[in-house]
């Protein structure tokens, strides 16, 4: 099932030296990441795909179109960071969120995915929404 994701190559365009987002990130970070983007929507992937090539160092990325194929490949592939659409069918973006953070010995999510940085991709920026993503370890 791991055939169902699409793997990019970086574009021919190289990506900026430095970062000017005012965002602090350590020189680790921005080296050679591997990224997931999960988005239910194949125009926000590809949209997210290239703003983060344009930004950051990207070693690999991989996109998915839903939480379960997110799943599947946390199993077999490490990653940096993960961009995580909420409103999904299927798994939604906080119930994926929940899966991977669960330290249960029987999931099969490889041990240094279930702590990495997971973003939330979403419109809703609410308090009560952002503190729902904080809880829930995004």
Not at 8 to 32: C, D, N, V
Not at 83 to 94: E, K, Q, R
Not at 100 to 115: E, F, P, V, W, Y
Request: hydrophobic letters at 40%.
């Amino acid at each position: 099932m791991l055939d169902s994701y699409t793997p990019l190559s970086q574009p021919s365009s190289p990506p900026p030296s430095s970062l000017s987002t005012g965002t602090a990130l350590s020189p680790r970070s921005l080296s050679s990441l591997k990224v997931l983007l999960v988005d239910d929507n194949p125009i926000n992937l590809q949209l997210l795909q290239r703003v983060l090539y344009t930004i950051f160092d990207i070693q690999h990325m991989d996109l998915v179109h839903g939480g379960h194929q997110a799943l599947q490949l946390l199993e077999h592939r490490l990653y940096d960071v993960i961009l995580l659409d909420i409103d999904m069918p299927g798994l939604s973006g906080v119930e994926t969120t929940q899966l991977i953070r669960t330290q249960h010995s029987s999931s099969s999510i490889l041990d240094a995915n279930k702590t990495i940085p997971i973003i939330a991709v979403t419109t809703s920026d609410s308090l009560e929404a952002r503190l729902m993503y904080r809880k829930v370890g995004m």
